[in-house]
Structure formats: structure tokens, C-alpha cells
């Protein structure tokens, strides 16, 4: 076997060439984040003997993650699709990673194919080593008025909170992540306001107020982070 240390600083990632496929995992989770010229149908797609439609999708991209497990080295029962299109006879497919029936943040799976069936690329960020409590202790309602009081007094009575949901947010912290179950919401007021709309996410185990796990600027882009 071939080893080909990059020179990608950020990512210090490690390529593989084995059989012609080409491996290169995630520093921090250590599992495949791209595969590249695998070239393998499903099993069910006999070779390229079925053309692949859209409705039975899914299903056999999962078989194919199980069929391969050993290569991709993830769960294929924890992903749901959440996207396929077919674009100049090649499918490309989107899996979002669940835990415990809760999504995980910016997880997803993605394959490319041939309309055959044939896989000739595959690219995740997943996460393998997810433990912690689905129940939450912090109420959303808590949630949201803690978001809330980071704005001026006298804008706090117009805001509302949209696009609710419990999620698992992963915290970079060195060389690896630690897994918050928690609330992700929107602030917005009573009119459309690029300085006031901003999406929040907020620890649903860990009281602390004023402190949030992510926030960020939902029209502008702007990024902040704060652990108080």
C-alpha cells in the first residue's frame, strides 16, 4: 500500500491510493471525508444492468454505505436524504447525518453517480463518536429569551423567534469535537432587518446566560463565537 502524505497545512491530510481509490480522511474525526475513484455499483443495480431512478434512491445508495462500510466507515441508518439530482445523466445525492432521530449540524453525506448506478465519488462530514443526552434541561422558551436580551431594551419587545429545531452541535476543541444537544433558532423583528436577524444556537443541557454556543448574522454572514 502507497502512502501519500499532503501538504494541505490546515488539514495536515493523509491520501491513500489503494486499488485505485484514492482516500483522504478528516484530521479531526480520522474517518474518510473524501473517496475518490471508487467506481463500484450497488449491489442492487447489477452491474448497471437497472437504470437508477429517484424514487428508488435512498434505498440503495444506504445499501451501497453498508455494502462498503469498511471503506467509508460510517452508519448508513443514521442518514435520511435530503437531496437528489440528476444533472447531464450523473446523480448527485445528499445525506444529512441524524443521532438518535436528531440532526446533526453541517453533517451530511454526498455521492456522485452515473445514471447506472456506478459511484465514482463520495464526500462526508460526519461525525462516528456522538455521546451525549437527547433530553433537553434548558426549554426553548429559556433559549429564546436569553437570544433575546443580547439585543438593545428597547428593541426586545418586537422580536420573535422562527425556524425552531433541537439539533447536535459539534465544538471544534483541538484535536477533536465535543457534542452539545441543543436549540437552533432565528431571531427576527416585526419588519425585514439585516442587523437584527441572526440565527442563534444555544446549549440545551447547560444553563448559562447570555452565553451561546453560535451565533451569526443571517444576511450579512458575519460570524462570531462565544463559549462565556
Known amino acids: ?11 495536515k491530510e493523509k491520501k491513500r491510493v489503494t486499488e ?36 428508488i434512491i435512498e434505498p440503495t445508495f444506504k445499501s451501497f454505505i453498508k455494502e462498503n462500510r469498511k471503506l467509508f466507515e460510517i452508519e448508513a441508518d443514521d442518514l435520511q436524504l435530503i437531496a437528489a439530482k440528476n444533472i447531464r445523466n450523473r446523480w448527485f445525492v445528499k445525506y444529512q447525518q441524524y443521532y438518535e432521530g436528531i440532526p446533526v449540524y453541517h453533517a451530511t453525506v454526498n455521492l456522485e453517480s452515473s445514471d447506472r ?32 436580551r443580547t439585543y438593545k431594551e428597547q428593541d426586545q419587545s418586537r422580536l420573535k423567534a422562527k425556524d425552531d ?33 441572526k440565527y442563534f444556537i444555544v446549549d440545551a443541557i ?17 460570524e462570531r463565537y462565544c463559549t462565556g
Open 1 to 11: 500500500m502507497d502512502i501519500y502524505r499532503g501538504k494541505d497545512k490546515d488539514e
Open 117 to 148: 448506478g456506478r459511484v465514482g465519488s463520495y464526500a462526508a462530514k460526519y461525525h462516528p463518536k456522538i455521546r451525549v443526552s437527547t433530553e433537553p434541561k434548558v426549554q426553548l422558551d429559556e433559549a429564546i429569551q436569553t437570544a433575546k
Open 206 to 222: 447547560k444553563w448559562q446566560d447570555h452565553s451561546f454556543l453560535y451565533s451569526q448574522i443571517s444576511r450579512c454572514r458575519c
Open 20 to 55: 485505485g481509490i484514492r482516500i483522504i480522511r478528516d484530521r479531526m474525526t480520522k474517518i474518510p471525508k473524501r473517496v475518490l475513484g471508487i467506481e463500484l455499483y450497488p449491489a442492487s443495480m447489477k452491474k448497471g444492468d437497472i437504470v437508477l431512478t429517484e424514487k
Open 165 to 197: 429545531s433541537l439539533i447536535i452541535y459539534p465544538e471544534k476543541k483541538e484535536d477533536t469535537y465535543k457534542y452539545h444537544l441543543a436549540w437552533m433558532f432565528e431571531i427576527v423583528g416585526e419588519e425585514p432587518d439585516p442587523e437584527i436577524e
